[in-house]
């Protein structure tokens, strides 16, 4: 009797002690901040993008996105940082291009491309060869033509850039010339310089500001390596039409998180990613500075990822170049 009287006594404390102390449901996605890491410094292109899709996940999403800039080893100091965090959707990677270049182009990493999952492709912008007014090249061919009589330069904003393995690509595999490539620390470096005549051509991206040289008459736009010509600059010719086809290379802007983030988070972050780019006003601010506006699925973004790490990957091995 003292026994069944014990169990009742403990089934009633039990009862009362999960009406008191209910199990609390997981609070909903996201309920703090949310930190987006970007791979560049500040004021470069993946920081302006960057800083586009911040604030519209910020709106969209009702919570706060804070920007956090950290540069160094061609992105994979930010890149290795995302890859290792925890995978919750609260530290998210912004980055370019660099990071499938990256894959082939450094025999050291910290991180491997796994441990991240693609979230979504925000924009795109086509490469290009752009040179100064006072050089009497109008076209490829004409500056084809002057590299045979005279071995020209190119500067781009570092080695392993894609406009840099882009730029060496075209006249090494190409055009079989001779081109010196001179890196700088930037694109603004090398945008004063080829401003200034100090080099020959600046191998860039349209978004990279020389959009607005070329539009303002300042710079002139020898080819894009788009799969047509640029509504911002409708006069500068891809490489295609001169001769070049099928050769398209762009560097677009992209967020990725930590893998093993659960889809449905990544799914709500490519959701509001797409309503903002989907937006006139983001997309004319993208257009007007030489980009292309881009939407899809986590899963479209991540086949186009994939390719494009193919795709780079078999540049840099036709260049022989490679980072240590």
């Known amino acids: 009797m003292l026994i069944r009287s014990q169990f009742r006594f403990a089934m009633a404390a039990a009862a009362l002690l999960v009406f008191a102390s209910p199990v609390r449901a997981a609070d909903p996605y996201p309920a703090s901040k949310i930190t987006m890491v ?8 993946a920081d302006t993008v960057a800083r586009f899709i911040a604030q519209g996940l910020s709106e969209r999403l009702r919570q706060s996105v804070v920007v956090e800039n950290r540069g160094g080893a061609g992105g994979n100091i930010a890149a290795a940082a995302v890859a290792h965090a925890a995978p919750d959707g609260y530290t998210l990677l912004a980055t370019t291009t660099a990071i499938a270049i990256n894959e082939t182009l450094r025999e050291v990493k910290q991180f491997a491309a796994t441990d991240l999952t693609t979230v979504a492709i925000a924009a795109s912008s ?3 060869l752009v040179t100064s007014p006072n050089n009497p090249a109008n ?10 009589a005279k071995p020209v330069n190119f500067g781009s904003a570092g080695v392993g850039s894609g406009s840099h393995i882009e730029a060496e690509y075209f006249f090494k ?3 079989h010339i001779s081109a010196t490539h001179i890196p700088f620390q930037g694109g603004a470096p090398a945008m004063n310089a080829v401003l200034g005549d ?23 736009g020898l080819a894009i390596a788009g799969d047509s010509r640029a509504g911002v600059v409708p006069n500068v010719p891809t490489f295609a039409e001169q001769g070049y086809a099928n050769y398209v290379a762009a560097s677009w802007v ?4 930590p893998a093993k983030t659960d889809p449905k988070i990544i799914e709500a972050l490519n959701a509001a990613i797409n309503d903002t780019i989907k937006s006139p006003d983001i997309q004319d ?19 186009m990822f994939k390719a494009e790490v193919e795709k780079w990957g078999k540049m840099v091995s036709a260049l022989g170049i490679t980072i240590k």
């Not at 076209?139 to 045979?148: E, G, N, P, T």
């Not at 600046?202 to 070329?214: D, E, K, R, S, V």
């Open 198 to 220: 100090q080099i020959d051509v600046w191998a860039t991206t349209l978004g990279g500001g020389a959009a607005a040289q070329i539009a303002a008459g300042k710079l002139k």
């Open 139 to 148: 076209s490829l061919a004409d500056l084809i033509k002057a590299a045979q």
């Open 254 to 257: 992209g967020v990725f998180a």
């Open 173 to 175: 595999i190409l055009a």
């Open 38 to 45: 970007v791979a560049f410094a500040p004021g470069g292109v």
């Open 285 to 303: 601010k993208l257009t007007k500075i030489g980009f292309d506006p881009m939407t899809g699925t986590p899963a479209q973004a991540d086949a």
């Open 126 to 128: 086509p490469e290009a």
